[in-house]
Every structure is written in C-alpha cells, then in structure tokens.
C-alpha cells in the first residue's frame, strides 16, 4: 500500500477516540484533542504516528470496511458488518454486480455494497425521505465510495427504475409490498434480500415471498458474541447485542417455474447442509465425462 | 444476466439435492436422477427448468457465493459463510486487494477471497499439504475462480514470498508462529485475522500478538441461528452449529508506533461502538474546514 | 447420605451408557452387559463399583433430578433441565406449593414439579391422553416420586378440579384456550407459565393473557452451551439444541386489578433488571421504620 | 393462598418500581411515592390493590423465587435466575438436603438453596469477608428465609465444617484450590459445582478436578433470550447478558472408584444426551423382573 492521497479516506486514533475523515490539500480537522493538518498527513504511509498542534499523539490508518460502517453518521437504525458480511454471501455481491436496495437509511449496506461491486458495478439506493439521502451520500463521500452509487429519493410503490438486476434487498417496514416491484426488477436467478425486526414481519413476508412465487427462503439471525482480548483472563463481554434483524433471503426463478418445482421449497440452512451437500457435492457423488 | 456460457458454473436443483458444476461442451453429468447434458443448458437463461434424460425435472440457476461455498468438496473443517462474511469486512477485502491465507484447507475462503480481490487483486494460498491444494484448486476451478488465486505448497515456516500485502489470513493450528512472518508480508497497516477452536488457542494468539507489537486486537464469535421459513408455524431450527471457531483479528501499524500508542490496545466490539463510534463520527464532533 | 434402600431410585453407569432403576428386593436388572441383582445394591453406599454377573464394572449412584429427567421414557418432546430450572424460580415453585400442568407429556415437568414440592405440596397433572399419563406414571414411581403427583386423564376444557394454586403450567398446542379454566384455577397472585414452539404461538398467547386480565407478562428463551471439558483443549461443542420452545410467564392478580394499573403491564426482564431492581431494592432505597 | 401475615415477604409493585419486604406489625415503608403502612397489608389477600398515605396506587404480591432474588440488594455479582434453576437440577438440590456454598457473596445462591431445602434441610453458607455476609443476611431475613441457612465466616482453606453434605457449590476465584475441602465435605456420591468468569479458570479448574479424581465433569454456559412481549409485534429485546459465568459440574465418586472407571469421564451434554439416554431408558432396554 502507498502513502496517503487527497481523496482517501483516513481512520484517526486519538485518545480513546477513532473516526474516519476523508483528505483534501489545505484542510484541517478539528478534534477534541487539538487540529490535525490534512496536509501533513498527504504522502505518509498507513500507520504513520503524528501529533495534533497541541502535542496529542494520532496514528493514521487506512480504515478497513468494518471501519468505514462503524463510523459513519447514523440517524436510523444501521444494518451491522455481522449481517451485512452474510448479506453479500448470499446475494452473490461481488465486483460488477449492479443492486438496489431500500430504503437507503443512514447507508451502511450502500457503502459494503458499493465497496464490493467496485469498479465495474452500481448499486442503486432508493428512499423517499430526502434527509436520509443526504447522510448516506456524505457517509459514502467520506468513503470516497460515492461514485459508483446512484440515490433515487422515490416511494418504491413506483416500482425500481432499474430492471435484470443481480439482486435487490428490501430493508423497509412492509417489505412484502414491494415484492412485485422487486421481482419486476430482477433478473431471472436474482437474489432477493430482506430485513426486518419482529417475528410478525417475518411471517408475513414469508406468506408473501410465497405468493409472488418466490423460492428458497431462508430465515436466519446472526448473533456476534465479543470477548475481551486478555491472554490470561479471556471471557465473552458481559452484554451484547441479542437483536437486529432477521434476514430474510429468497430467489426469483425463471417465469416458468412454478413454487414446488423444486421438490423442497426452502433453502438447507447452514447447520443442515453440512453432511447433504458434501454428498451432493459435484466433485463425489455426481461424475462429469466426455462425451 | 445473459445466458448461460461454457465455462460459468451452474447450479442445478435436482428433487432435494442442490450441486455445482461447470458447463463445458460435450460434457454429461451423472445424477442419482439421471443424466444432463451441458450442451442444453448452454445459451439457456438462469432459473431455467429442464429435464434429465429420464425425465426428472431440475432447475438450473447461477450459484451465489454461498452456494458455491457450501458445495465445495471438503477434507478438512471449512470456514462457514457465517464467518466468511465478516472475515472480508475485517481485513478490508475488495476488489483490487492482495490477500494471503495459510493454510489452504479444502478454500472455503480461497473462494470467498477470489470471488471479492477479482478482477485486479491476487490471493495467496499456502498450505504444506500437497492433497489440500489439489482439493481446493478443483473448488476453485469450478466456481471459475481459478485465475485469481496462486497456490504455493510451502510451510509457512519459511515465511511468506509476498510483501507488502493488505491482508493475511491464518487458520493454522498454532498460528503464534506465524506471527512473524505476518508482519514481514503485511503493508504497515495491514490486516490480520486468524480462526482457531480452542479457547487455549486464542489465549495463546493474544500474547503471541502482543508481544509482536500488533494492535486493535479483536476476539469474537458469530453465531447463526436458522428458521424454519413457515409463515404459520414460525420457529427456530431444532439444532444448530454451536461453533465453528474464534475469530481473531489485529493490525499492524507503521513500525514506529509502540504497544499502547493508540491509548486503548484493543478495538472497540460491534455491541459497545454504537454510541462511541456516533460520537466519535466524522460529521458530528469532528468539523472539517479550509484554510 | 446412607446406604441404598428398598425404593430409592439409582442411576448405573455401565460402560458408555446410563440409566436409572428403582431398587427392589429379588429383583434382577437385565442389561446389555449382565444382569444386575438389587439384593448386591441394597445397603451399599452410593458411588460404589460393582460387576454384573459376567464381571463387568458398573458404578451405582444416586441420580441427581437432572439425571432423572434426561433418564425418563419419552413419548413425546420433554421440557428439558435448562427450561426447566427457570420454570421452577419464575413459578415460585418449592416446598409445600400446589401446582397443576397440563398436559402432563412424558412428565419431565411433573418429575421436577414432585421433587420440589416434597412433602407437603402436591402436583397435579392433566392429559386427555391414557398413553402419555400411563408413561409419566412409570416414570415418576422408577423416580420415587408418585406419591407426590395425582394424574388426571381430562379434556383441560372442563377446567382444572382444584382451585386456590399457586401456579399452573400450560404445555399444550393451544394454550391461550384454557386461560380461563387456569385463571379459575390460581389463588389470587398465582403464577402462570407455558411453553410454546412457535412464534404464532407466543403473539396469540400475549394477546389472549391480555385479554383475560393476567399481567406481568414476559417472554423468553434459554440457550444452553456446553463444552467439552478439556483443560488443554477448552472449546464449546459443535452442535448444540438451538431450540426447544419459547417460554411464557404471567401473574393472575387480585380481581380487583385492572390491566394498566401496575404502570407497567411487563415484567423487566433479567437482562434489563440489573440497576432498577437494585435502585429500588429494599434495604438501599426504601427504609423501614417502626412507628 | 391465605392472606398475608406478619414476617412474610411481600413485593410492592409501585409505579415503574418493584421491591420486596418484610410485613411487620406496626412499621412503615418509606417509598418515593410516599409511606406504606404495613398494619394495612395484614391480613389482605395476595394481589391486593391500595394506596400509599399520598394516594398512589400499589399492589401487593406474593413474590416468586425470582422476584426473591432479582430484588436482593448487592454487593457482588449476583448469580442470576437462569444459571441458578440449572444449578438446583444439577446438584440435585430439593426438600431435606444439606448443601454449603462459599462463598456466599450477595446471597443469590443462598437464597435459591435455602427457598428449596426447607423444611428439614439445611443450607451452609462461607465466606472469609464479614460484609458480604452481613447483606446476605440481611437479604435472607428480608426474603423470610434465614432460620435455613448457617452462615460461616472462615477461610475455606481451613476446609468446610460438615462432612457427608449432598452437594457443594464453588463460587470463589480459584476453585481448583478448594477441592480437597469439598471433596472431604462431601458424601459419596455428591455433586460439586461452581461458577468461574474466565476460559483460563474453567481449564485450571477441569485440571483440578480430574487430578483430585472428580468425575462425570461438565461445563456449560447458560443464555437467557427476552422479548418484548408485544403480541403483534414480537421480537428479542436489543441487548442481553452476554456472560455471567461457566458453570462446571462434576461428582465425586467412592473413594473405590478409580478415574476412568466409567469408561467415559465426563458427562453426556444435555445436546447430546436425547438419543442415547432414551434407548439407555430403564423401560425401554433394560427389563426387569423378579427372581
């Protein structure tokens, strides 16, 4: 990794403190701890330790995905790295997959997403609130992940402007109200994603995935336990976070399949594919030969 | 998503078995259901229903990453998606990014590694185990990730050929020493993570990282609990994985930066950020203004 | 403790397996190893090391209420120890308490239920089901416990005989249906509990204990986590029970109390408790003088 | 239930507040809502409804176990419900048994063992600091329960006073130090557990165990998941106790009974235990019959 540049973004320790901010030449940052100069810390290498005007030792780093979404300025509810890592898995994010999703919210799912389809993908982020629209576009400038995001302030009962898209995720309070929306615009095999926070929603997004003709649904939650990192007395914090959401994830097949084509409805869940699929595993149980 | 071409893998859903396979012209596959015939699927749009040559019907679909993770063949433990998902996040891979990993294991996170650094990224896949590597190269192949991955058939005794790396990856049974070959492959800022099962082991790692001067050190678990997506009779799964492994993570910063310059050794965990980090945010207490 | 007696229930390890007998005089024990005769137990100290009659090595023990639970004859899913334990705390079950369930099940309930009401209290224990109470007989008399317990093979919809009981366990598929009938049946302030497995269950047993009046209402579950008790190699197990059932708690009031006046119509949870119990603790923040 | 009398304890449920106290003839309790006149309460039935002398509502309830203990005042962690109801099964605690705990802390254990031992048993409680023993005392009387327990201010390196106990339960920084005293305090045959914060500690005291010839060792950890119980929307609360402690079990055996006797050395797991201990069952695989 090079030194720093205008444009990147930086993750400051200070203290007890770490926040992200993004270089510009001639700019200065003002801390509780004193100033730091923009300019002094263009052209140094990742890890460089500095001090502000009054003396206070910083370190600078390149801030890691898991920074960037720890950082970023909330006012909504944040999807957390513990689901989003999972979220991209399972809708198959990667470079060059064009996704939407909505709502955009404070955009933490709009930044991985826009981190991992770089440079060749878009993710398309809808809200119809304005002033969601605008934190999520300074979250994702301060990035430097703005570019390959496009905002649409719009209420999804219009529909996503955009069609055969690889995936779509629904992180809003009804979401299967958007169900035909979403199905309008993914592509055949597109991945659908959902959030949602109370067991109610769950079942009646499920009623609806199931309605619309959606297959392979998944229920899931994911929980992260944290330790405290001492050698000789390491032991789990002692609280956590017990909720966020569950995820909900499902596939749009092609037109002509119908719901039941495929002998199961529902996806194996992690814990139950362990032992089926290496026996349906390409490699053992199911030979390829020439012709 | 256009049709399906030589060379993409495949997903095909067959009664309640689900594999992988990689479309080749001329190629069958045998099945417990009977034989299918790539050269029909070629030119075919995802979510496609056919059927093999005794009439069982299958569907054909692009495998997400997960997907492709949980049909890799396996001769070793492999890393869950759970816990793949999180892992990118951690070490800040993306596209364009170099990685190193040891050991290879059957590439459960070869594959996730791949899939994320394509289309200008690299990863480094050690492992002394010869059998290993010829397991995972076949699990690349497959999902066609191939190109982006050197194997080396080494022990990490003799440290790793790359410098300058942005991430390195340890799932070893003592990874404490590896440790300073981590830190000769790492950029100054670089990303480390590891995965272990035994509480001893992470013990162990903490003061192994320690006294090699690496920070932020981070110690978790993720826990994935499954649902049984029936929309009337709601519930969890009756059993679940209860632990794969403990992740750990850490950074090395600029060599001139000692233990205990950042204030605070250790990271903030996910569950205590959430007020800190908003305080701590960039747009909030941090102002930004030209000279 | 002293020596086995004619009636005590003993608990054999035998190579890898475990089960629990009640001790009779002249009675021989058939087993995968040997016979076992009473008369060798009867007076022996627990913990002793024996031989069946083709020289194999067996301890005898006296069984702890967990290995008498995890040692019953099921017919049906048990209420495991980890719920168990809990119910018994949240009930106010203990010496001297009069407590009903239905449906009586395998009886791993109404075995925990008779040993901690000894000896005064009494267990009452309804099924409409012959088979299920004819097997929860046994396996409370192999437990030496049927004294305790009067079995009632009823339809709940007929209510409960007794009134005036301190607390009623409902584990039934439908329970918000026999509120009623247990409101009937408690003491003014008597405790309520279920069990359900679905979250359907639990919205429609909130909205039914609403309705009736019931208040203090929580819900919860528990998760046990076990480890492989290995001091070099400490590490939880791989799988675990991720679900058995939710647990439902509720306290019948005076009459005269009506929904909303405790300001509060929920419980504070175990988690949430921690500072506001002990603020509003008796001997810190309330004195007490005589007048 | 008859109504209250004096020396009975009594939770208040006042605004947002909930206590538990003493009744006794002639005093006042002193409330942020104003007084309480106890004569008042006596003689009221359970879930009655009055006023403080400033007209605010209140109800009065008998308290359950858990109120007993969730309301204790403290000055130590407290052991809480959910690990202490798995704690009564696995020590085989109930009606008539004789148990020592040390130390005592709070008292949360305590009050657990002595609310279930009564009437003829006997609860004996040390610890070396007379501070801790004074609140938990004072706690007991309040709860109603102290004529149950001895309480003993002794450095447990002196060893316990009783011999022949039923169960003996650790609660100190170095259990592994404390073994030879239970295991001379115990009966043979008799249950020891205890609860440690660390993975460091449950491995010194696995060690200990094992070396001391204490067998049939099991470790667990206990999570307690609420919810919100909001009928139509359903959902765990944000944040739980994420770890109190381990809990490890084990017995200690006849003094004739080598290490390894068993054939297995530790205990089935509850997750484990489903299969294997119903065909182990007496009724089904082990017949009995007279000579």
Chains 1, 2, 3, 4 share one sequence.
């Not at 200070?14 to 270089?23: D, E, H, N, P, Y």
Request: proline share 4%; aromatic share 6%; net charge negative.
């Amino acid at each position: 990794m090079n030194g720093f540049q205008a444009g990147d973004a930086v993750m400051i320790l200070l203290g007890r403190k770490r926040f992200v901010m993004r270089l510009q030449q001639g700019r200065l940052q003002h801390t509780h701890e004193g100033l730091i100069r923009h300019d002094e810390l263009i052209g140094q290498p990742p890890g460089i330790k500095l001090t502000t005007h009054i003396g206070k030792p910083f370190v600078a780093l390149r801030p890691s995905l898991h920074d960037l979404i720890m950082s970023i300025q909330r006012i909504s509810q944040i999807i957390y790295p513990k689901e989003l890592g999972y979220i991209l898995l399972k809708l198959n994010v990667g470079p060059g997959a064009r996704v939407a999703e909505c709502g955009t919210g404070s955009g933490s799912l709009t930044l991985a997403l826009a981190h991992m389809v770089r440079p060749s993908g878009r993710v398309y982020s809808y809200d119809k609130r304005a002033d969601m629209i605008a934190v999520a576009s300074k979250n994702l400038d301060n990035a430097g992940l703005l570019e390959h995001v496009e905002f649409r302030e719009r209420d999804i009962e219009e529909g996503f402007v955009e069609t055969d898209l690889d995936a779509v995720f629904l992180d809003v309070r009804t979401p299967w109200e958007c169900l035909g929306q979403a199905w309008a615009a993914l592509a055949e095999g597109g991945f659908l994603g959902a959030i949602v926070p109370t067991t109610n929603q769950v079942s009646e997004l499920i009623a609806g995935l199931e309605a619309r003709g959606f297959q392979d649904i998944e229920v899931c939650e994911l929980l992260l336990r944290s330790y405290k990192p001492v050698a000789e007395r390491l032991r789990p914090v002692d609280r956590m976070v017990a909720h966020t959401g569950f995820l909900i994830f499902a596939r749009r097949l092609s037109d002509g399949v119908a719901p039941g084509d495929l002998g199961c409805a529902s996806s194996l869940a992690e814990d139950e594919t362990r032992d089926s699929l290496s026996l349906a595993g390409p490699i053992e149980s199911a030979d390829s030969q020439g012709v």
